[in-house]
């Protein structure tokens, strides 16, 4: 993925210097930019922000604060370059939360790994949830694939919410977001009560979550699971919903339906030694299994125990 990088510099001298730094990496893309238009790169929401201070009219420190200050660029990295080796002004600079002040005279080599390394973490953090924290579908995929190539016997739970889109419907996305938090810390919590080490939970995307877990005590991990989200799962309804057992949504004709409340439904797959070949195979019985689960109302789980080929 092409990484966007924004100098700041007033003289325009830096970017030839990184261009000529990175000019065997086709994945990275300097742009520079003088410090009075630095909106113009907070905008376009940049992978990395390098701030040449010797090179800026302004000063760093307000420069820093209103990259931090901006919505959308929060979290963007940011890099000082700068020849001023005074300790207050150096931690002046960071405690606006930038990444690393580098001083000057710059070993190109270090400043090289460092805005490579900075692009890695970049690259790792795209694939995580960021409502959850939970690692997303290449590193799930990264995992089933280790487990099958060292042919361990393992669970794999796949697991969502019954009735998620009428509460999305009814309490808004927001409060839909605090569930799927919540049900992600209520997994999380649940696989390392059972297991000190070997469990691994992953975000599929909205409502859809996967646990992968060492092959053993499956049926009591999504009794614990099942028990603890009912037991929570309240506080995001209302007194009045919870008296009734339901809510109500107007559907497109018009006409009121009414969902039960949020439930978490679980499908189990048990991959024993050599059962699975690939990632797919899994899949395939997993739809299966899942179906089995939801078509049970309220919460519950269902757990495939097929044997090698069956």
């Known amino acids: 993925m092409l990484q966007e990088v924004y100098i ?47 090179a800026v009219q302004r000063d760093v420190v307000e420069l820093c604060n209103q990259i931090r200050r901006d919505e959308d660029n929060t979290i963007t990295p940011v890099i000082v370059v700068s020849s001023n080796a005074n300790k207050t002004h150096r931690l002046s600079v960071l405690k606006e939360s930038v990444e690393y ?12 790994h460092t805005i490579k390394n900075i692009g890695r973490l970049l690259s790792i953090n ?21 487990r099958i190539t060292k042919r361990e016997e393992f669970a794999v739970l796949y697991i969502d919410l019954d ?13 839909g977001d605090q569930i799927i938090q919540f049900t992600a810390n209520v997994i999380v919590s649940s696989i390392h009560s059972f297991f000190s080490e070997g469990g691994f939970v992953g975000h ?42 339901y809510i109500e949504v107007e559907n497109r004709k018009g006409v009121i339906d009414q969902f039960p409340l949020t439930s978490i439904s679980i499908g189990v797959v048990v991959a024993e030694r050599d059962r699975f070949t ?23 789980y269902a757990i495939d125990r097929r044997k090698n080929k069956e």
């Open 126 to 146: 795209r694939t995580i949830s960021p409502l959850t924290g939970l690692p997303g579908n290449v590193q799930i995929h990264a995992e089933l694939k280790k």
């Open 163 to 175: 009735n998620f889109k009428a509460y999305n419907d009814v309490y808004g996305f927001l409060k």
């Open 278 to 300: 690939n990632i797919l195979e899994i899949g395939e019985v997993s739809t299966q299994v899942k179906h089995m689960s939801k078509s049970v109302p309220g919460s519950s």
């Open 8 to 54: 700041i510099d007033d003289d325009e001298s830096s970017l030839p210097v990184f261009k000529e730094l990175f000019k065997n990496d086709v994945n990275y893309k300097f742009i520079s930019v003088k410090s009075e238009q630095i909106d113009v790169a907070l905008n376009n929401i940049p992978s990395l922000i390098i701030i040449n201070e010797d």
């Open 101 to 112: 002040y580098i001083k000057k005279p710059v070993d190109e080599e270090y400043l090289y």
């Open 204 to 245: 599929i995307g909205g409502d859809d979550f996967i646990a992968i877990a060492p092959y053993g005590d499956v049926e009591n991990l999504c009794q614990t699971i099942i028990a603890t989200f009912d037991k929570g799962v309240k506080k995001f309804f209302t007194d009045e919903d919870i008296k009734k057992g």
